[in-house]
């Protein structure tokens, strides 16, 4: 199945990173002829 999965991808805390949101989106293909 051709198209993209957006998962909610974290790295750190929360706690110690207050001014920035260690959490971002990212896209995943899921057609792998698109992977290089």
Do not use: A, Q, Y
């Given at each position: 199945?051709?198209?993209?999965?957006?998962?909610?991808?974290?790295h750190?805390?929360?706690?110690?990173?207050?001014d920035?949101?260690?959490?971002?989106?990212?896209?995943?293909?899921?057609?792998?002829?698109?992977?290089?």
């Amino acid at each position: 199945m051709d198209g993209w999965i957006r998962i909610f991808e974290c790295h750190g805390s929360l706690e110690s990173r207050r001014d920035h949101d260690p959490c971002n989106w990212v896209e995943i293909s899921t057609n792998p002829k698109i992977l290089s």
